[in-house]
């Protein structure tokens, strides 16, 4: 068999395998639950979208300005709405915003909140400062009792919303 042979027949034999392995269609894996979304209020959706994407990097994956919904009694309705999805790129997880008149009294502060990861808290904490968080409460460690250490700190968003910056030091969260 020459080389020329045997080259060919190689790659035969490899798309074939690829052809039945990688393209064969598999079973869907049965759906395990995790969290989906976030939905958030705000007062002014496009000031939330600009903080948030320049804040994070997020994008915006939908607008969303009509819901129709179809109750359980068959009945329908449309609504008008001023929505939008945002995600981090690579990540399945939603932020969702939709405008809607938020009260000035909200949640106790540090105990509703969203919790972004960050790699380097000092330089996220600047950037959301830039995009216009306030109140930044400073940097603090956590230690857990079962090992966890992390640096966290948070601040508001444009309509007083909670947001923790944390950094995973050791351990997981």
């Known amino acids: ?18 052809s039945v392995t990688g393209f ?18 705000v007062g002014d959706l496009e000031a939330s ?10 994008r915006v994956t939908q607008r969303i300005d009509t819901l129709r919904v179809t109750r359980p009694d068959g009945s329908e309705s449309t609504n008008a709405v001023r ?8 990540q399945d997880f939603v932020l969702e915003l939709a405008e809607r008149r938020v009260p000035n009294a909200g949640p106790a502060p540090f105990y509703q909140h969203l919790g ?17 968080g306030r109140d930044w409460s400073g940097i603090s460690t ?16 444009p309509d007083g919303e909670m947001v923790e910056l944390m950094q995973l030091d050791q351990g997981e969260f």
């Not at 064969?24 to 209020?41: E, G, I, K, Q, S």
């Not at 929505?83 to 690579?90: E, H, I, K, S």
């Open 1 to 18: 068999m020459t080389r020329q042979t045997r080259l060919w027949s190689t790659a035969a034999l490899l798309l074939l395998a690829a």
């Open 24 to 41: 064969a269609r598999r079973p869907a894996a049965p759906l395990t639950p995790r969290f989906n979304h976030v939905m958030l209020y």
């Open 49 to 58: 979208i600009a903080f948030y994407t320049k804040a994070f990097d997020v």
């Open 83 to 90: 929505m939008a999805l945002l995600r981090f790129p690579g």
């Open 116 to 132: 972004v990861d960050v790699a380097d808290i000092e330089a996220a904490a600047r950037r959301v400062q830039t995009a216009g």
């Open 142 to 157: 956590v230690r857990t009792n079962r090992g966890t250490v992390a640096r966290n700190g948070f601040f508001k968003g």
